[in-house]
């Protein structure tokens, strides 16, 4: 038998995680591993054209290879745009009184003695 190796594919939901070990031709893209452990089918949510993958939180393309003792990670389309989020979070905090109008920063709070 051909030499293998040890890989887990991962992918997880608010409600629940997949954990998968299958064991992987050291020739095997992500892609193909991915394909070759079944997660396809338990999560047809998941579109390789549109979920990003990784290997240990570091973004790699489908038709890179994985070595022993990767973990493929399979991550979800972000809900909201991180950006957007910091945007509206720092104009709700001007709006509050928590942030300067006009730099953003922390509002100056003059004592009686100046």
């Known amino acids: 038998m051909a030499e293998q190796i040890a890989v887990e594919v991962a992918y997880a939901l608010p409600e629940r995680q997949t954990l998968l070990s299958l064991m992987v ?3 095997s893209t992500v892609q193909q591993i991915i394909e070759h452990s079944g997660i396809l089918h338990t999560h047809p949510d998941i579109d390789l054209t549109k979920n990003k ?3 240990w939180s570091r973004t ?3 038709d890179e290879r994985a ?3 990767d973990r493929i990670e ?3 389309p972000l809900i909201a745009d991180p950006k957007d989020m910091r945007r509206r979070r720092a104009e709700k905090a001007k709006e509050e009184g928590r942030a ?5 920063g922390r509002p100056q709070h003059h004592s009686a003695d100046d």
Do not use: C, Q
């Not at 300067?100 to 953003?104: F, I, Q």
């Open 25 to 27: 031709s050291p020739e």
């Open 53 to 55: 993958v990784g290997i």
């Open 60 to 62: 790699v393309r489908l």
């Open 67 to 69: 070595r022993a003792g």
């Open 74 to 76: 399979i991550y979800r």
């Open 100 to 104: 300067d109008k006009t730099t953003g």
